[in-house]
């Protein structure tokens, strides 16, 4: 009886070895959180909630054709794409360089810094009548409404990255005859690496939150319009694909920042 009691349990070894297996896949776990997502949904698309308001994801991801089919749905995945990457494009450029301008000199951080963060926590979602009267109805005001929610996320984790630069590195650089630019390259641009690019996608959100924001309430093309179109038609399944689009292109946004942050922050791995 007690060396039965001293025997280890047989499925241990067995559970230490797959938990060692999970930890090194991360990735398969990520999966599988993903298939229970799509069980539930199915499930509950079957049995507990009307079709009229939800479809399942069979039935969308196997129809997502038609959303295509549908008139101006490809012209208007064009249009969101632009607006998407001309505010993008804005959002970093400006927060770039206003991060770099506030976070280096503290009279301008002091000075700046509590407005931007009263700017930032102001729900800009008040203000878009303001942007649709000074740009009108058009793309012009999807963009500037895409980039009023990217730029400040850029802003502050760049001036959060300048902060954490040792000054002993930047007194360095100019004692040695650095130039300006030498300085950035050299010295300020590999040390904010990780919270420039942890901006950009935060940025890259908020962008995307805009311009659908500002093409839902008021747009007569785009992605935002589709969705409001096929909401009020009661068409769950196409409006779960346009949603499915939104996803990808969310997904394929990230990645191309996640690989750019890859290779310039490539000689920390070094």
């Known amino acids: 009886m007690t060396r039965a009691l001293d025997m280890p349990h047989p499925t241990a070894p067995l559970g230490r070895r797959l938990k060692k297996w999970m930890l090194a896949r991360p990735g398969v ?14 499930i509950a698309a079957r049995f507990f909630v009307d079709r009229l308001f ?54 301008t951080y002091r000075s700046f810094m509590p407005i931007i963060l009263l700017l930032y926590g102001t729900p800009q979602i008040t203000i878009l009548p303001l942007f649709i009267l000074y740009f009108g109805i058009g793309p012009a005001s999807k963009i ?13 984790t760049v001036v959060a990255g300048v902060q954490n630069i040792k000054p002993i590195l930047l007194t360095s650089a100019r004692s040695m ?11 300020i641009f590999p040390h904010m690496i990780p919270s420039f690019f942890a901006g950009m996608r935060l940025g890259m959100t908020g962008v995307l939150l805009g311009v659908l924001l500002a093409e839902l309430y008021v747009s007569t093309a785009g992605i935002g319009y589709f969705t409001t179109l096929f909401t009020q038609s009661f068409n769950p399944t196409k409006l779960l694909g346009l949603i499915a689009m939104l996803a990808a292109m969310a ?4 990645e191309m920042v996640r690989r750019a942050e890859l290779r310039y922050s490539r000689w920390r791995n070094d």
């Open 251 to 254: 997904i394929a946004l990230n």
């Open 144 to 156: 500037a409404f895409g980039v009023s929610h990217g730029i400040f996320p850029i802003i502050v």
């Open 29 to 42: 776990a990520r999966l599988g959180v993903v298939i229970l997502l799509f069980i539930a949904w199915e």
């Open 54 to 107: 939800l479809s399942p994801p069979s039935q969308v991801f196997t129809k997502i054709h038609t959303v295509f089919e549908t008139r101006g749905v490809p012209a208007a995945l064009q249009i969101t794409a632009w607006e998407l990457a001309v505010a993008f494009a804005i959002s970093v450029a400006i927060g770039l360089v206003v991060g770099l301008a506030v976070g280096l000199q503290r009279f």
């Open 177 to 187: 005859g650095a130039s300006r630019w030498q300085t950035f390259r050299w010295v």
